[in-house]
């Protein structure tokens, strides 16, 4: 290679680096700070991911599907953070209805849901996340407590002292799953086998293609599994591949935590949580 062809590899590989990522803030993309702890983003039209860190980011996720439909999968991390998204909502888009779905136990996929009863909000969830919450949401609230007891975490310990975790109130069979038809959309709540949680369920909405994968998928810049003392660390990925053939057509993925993507972030959990569960076993 001569030293011009050099410069000119060079030069195209700094310009590719320098293309946004197929995930995560989109130039086109509008965030709109609700809180310091709590941001709404447009991904595309009607599409919103919310973003609560409670303390530690955690991903909702909202699409307007008719104009006075609007679907809500995670509720958000405790019932403060729902009341400003539900106000948010109700500002843009006037007195919608509003449903809210959990995929799975853990707080934040539930935090807001006694603030949404509250207000008359059906709020889907399967049998079984239903009984784990029954069956342990106050040792998960103690458990919680535990954690934020230092000075600086008192916000947090304050917010979660008075969370009760509350069942959803729509129940569904998790083997069954869900089928929800509202305006022009078709909801999907699909449980593929033991993940992150043993009850954890991913939402697809088929028109828009879009999967909500909550805390079984990684985002792609996890290089761990993240807490899993309530992990099937042996199923987590066999259960997670079921998604790459059912929704190999979804061209957005949202993980639990961290930016959205396409389906190369179930890919990448299946590829880590095989690392992972080699390592362990060496
Ligand atoms: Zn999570």
């Known amino acids: 290679m001569t030293g011009n062809e050099k410069l000119r590899v060079t030069l195209l590989f700094l310009a590719l680096l320098a293309l946004p990522a197929a995930s995560g803030a989109m130039a086109n993309e509008k965030r709109i700070t609700l809180s310091e702890n709590l941001s ?39 019932n403060q953070g729902a009341r400003m998204l539900v106000d948010w909502v109700q500002n ?47 040792a998960e609230k103690s458990r919680l407590l535990e954690g934020f007891k230092s000075p600086e975490n008192k916000k947090y310990y304050d917010a979660y002292k008075d969370l009760t975790f509350v069942p959803p109130n729509r129940i569904f069979d998790i083997n069954e799953g869900l089928h929800l038809k509202i305006g022009d959309e078709d909801v999907n709540v699909f449980y593929p086998g033991p993940s992150h949680t043993i009850d954890n369920v991913v939402v697809y909405f088929s028109k828009r293609k ?73």
């Open 92 to 138: 843009n888009f006037g007195e919608v209805n509003l449903i809210g779905i959990n995929t799975g136990f853990h707080v934040d996929n539930l935090g807001g849901n006694e603030f949404l009863l509250s207000k008359g909000i059906a709020v889907y969830g399967s049998n079984l996340t239903a009984k784990l919450i029954t069956e342990r949401g106050q």
């Open 210 to 282: 879009i999967l909500f994968g909550g805390c079984m998928i990684k985002s792609l810049d996890s290089k761990d599994a993240g807490y899993t003392a309530d992990a099937d660390m042996q199923k987590w990925p066999r259960s997670v591949e079921k998604l790459l053939s059912i929704y190999k057509d979804a061209k957005i993925v949202v993980p639990g935590h961290g930016d959205y993507g396409d389906t190369g972030l179930i890919k990448h959990t299946i590829e880590l949580l095989d690392k992972i569960n080699n390592q362990s076993a060496k």
């Open 40 to 78: 709404v983003t447009e991904i595309e039209k009607d599409v919103f991911i919310i973003t609560h860190s409670f303390p530690w980011p955690s991903n909702s996720l909202l699409i307007r599907v008719s104009n006075s439909d609007c679907i809500l999968v995670n509720t958000l991390c405790d």
